[in-house]
């Protein structure tokens, strides 16, 4: 379902203790790639050397529970 | 900023919801035996059509870009398309469900000609056997005749939107091929034992074997199926379902009732669930941001007694609605937990302490299936109408 | 065609943007898109992107950190995906 120019769906709803490394961002660090550290339960995760932030999500207008 | 993921951003709830359901009339002209609204017959206090206008005018202003509108049959309403109008001069989009009886070919051109319209025909077997038996004789074709005028009238993609239940479960492909058929987009949605639905739960609601049926073929199947993420309780079988996967109830959507009455969704129309009034002091917008009800339910979850199992992060604990008309506590297992620890509960659970819907609309009515006719519940909601 | 730092880029104007303590949401009224903006710079450089020639002098005008662009080409371009950014 992914492309290279789709956008990330939100597909996990894990939240145990770790925050996934490409969300944790602040815009003025200076963090490189290979300072952050994997969640090693994770098998899911698309890493790119040089992103780092995920600035947009995408949901389904359908994709809330509690509506018809 | 935070570094929060979307989920939990979203479960801390918003300044106003993402999408919302407004139920417009608790008229309607059949009698689904599952239906979460106890529809039927028409509430005195229903909203005016200048009152419904003025809801609508403060969504705009809340820039609540899309809503879901039901009922009951929301096309029973004399001033529906006026309703209808009125949404789209605010610019605000529009999905409604319909059963289909009032959708004829005259009536299908003019839908043609909106903008921002969605339509959603409920449809629950893939033949008028399996159908009729939940919603009623004729149910069927009515909703394959009203299907029919929209493709005539070049609508466009509509949706069909199926309550899965134990008798349809096998008909997934079916389904499928037959919104194919129309160019229309399958919705399947789960079962939750809500208005009438919790008479006939018992008989409808999917067997565990048939839950890891849907879960699988939504994984198979179910890239271009909607689910209303009504189904997220099943994550705990393994990979997530797409969809935000929480309940969004009084977070990021909620319920408007006929009478204006809002409730934390249309799953959970009962006093314990209900937020206030859009009628009061502050209108809609004072109950979505201030109620006591939405503000707690935005408040961090505690895992209660699902901690000791794994599977709480991806099933949440499941749906609020499910627990609390199966009479299992909030912190609770799903009653439908894929792990089994749901079942014994409800087993358990005292019959007479189970909550009863706060209101019921149903009219009086013959359940023309052997079955379902017999059994208690359905003997009890008989003698109480 | 992926969006590039040199792309001259717009917001589809039937795209509404509704502020969050986070961001914004983006709703696409055409395809019933909708979209998290997850961050204020995110969305103050879409709010105006119209406005600069390219994608580049949008992010030095709204003094994106270059070490970020990348992270901003990349979401710019799955707004284009979705058809809330256009190119212009």
Known sequence: MASKTALPTLTLAREGPFEYCWQVMEPTTTAQASEIVQDTDSVKQTVHQDVTELLVEEISIDGMCGVY | ?385 | MSITLETACELNPQVALRPESFGALAYHYGNRKLVFLKHPDVVAVVRDVADYATLQDALGAHNIQPSRWPSFVEAIDSLAASDIIRVR
């Open chain 2, 1 to 385: 900023m935070s570094g929060k993921t979307l989920a939990t951003q979203l479960k801390a709830g918003l300044d106003a919801p993402i999408c919302l359901t407004w139920e417009i009339t608790y008229a309607c002209n059949l009698q689904c035996v599952h239906c979460l609204s106890s529809s039927g017959t028409r509430d005195p206090r229903e909203l005016s059509t200048d009152q419904a206008k003025a809801v609508l005018d403060e969504l705009r202003d809340l820039q609540v870009f899309y809503i879901n509108i039901g009922g009951g049959e929301p096309m029973i309403r004399k001033d529906f398309f006026e309703i209808l109008e009125h949404a789209e001069a605010n610019d605000i989009g529009v999905k409604f469900s319909t059963n289909g009886t009032y959708i004829t070919a005259e009536n299908a051109r003019r839908l043609a000609a909106m903008n921002y319209l969605d339509i959603q025909i409920s449809l629950d077997g893939v033949d008028a056997a399996t159908n009729d038996a939940v919603r009623g004789k004729g149910s069927y074709a009515t909703a394959i005749a009203a299907m029919n005028y929209l493709r005539e009238a070049n609508f466009g993609q509509f949706k069909i939107s199926v309550v899965v239940t134990r008798h349809n479960v096998d008909q997934l492909d079916a389904f499928k091929a037959l919104a194919d058929s129309y160019g229309a987009q399958l919705r399947i949605t789960r079962l939750r034992p809500s208005g009438r639905g919790a008479d006939t739960w018992d008989e409808l609601h999917p067997t565990q074997q048939q839950q890891r049926q849907i879960y699988d073929w939504l994984m198979k199947h179910g890239e271009n199926v909607l689910t209303g993420d009504s189904f997220f309780h099943l994550n705990a079988f393994g990979e997530s379902l797409p969809g935000l996967n929480l309940c969004g109830a009084g977070r990021v959507v909620c319920l408007i009732d006929p009478i204006g009455d809002v409730y934390a969704c249309p799953f959970v129309i009962h006093d314990q669930f209900k937020a206030g009034s859009l009628l009061s002091d502050g209108g809609f917008t004072k109950v979505w941001k201030e109620s006591d009800l939405f503000l707690s339910l935005r408040e961090p979850e505690s895992e209660g007694a699902c901690s000791a199992c794994g599977s709480y992060d991806a099933c949440q604990g499941g749906c609020m609605a499910a627990k609390f008309f199966t009479g299992i506590p909030l912190d609770g297992p799903d009653p439908e937990c894929v792990t089994g620890h749901g079942e014994d509960l409800v087993k358990s659970a005292t019959v007479s302490l189970i909550p009863k819907p706060s209101m019921d609309h149903s009219r009086p009515v013959k359940i023309n299936t052997p079955r379902l006719a017999s059994s208690k519940e359905a003997v009890q909601r008989m003698e109480r109408v």
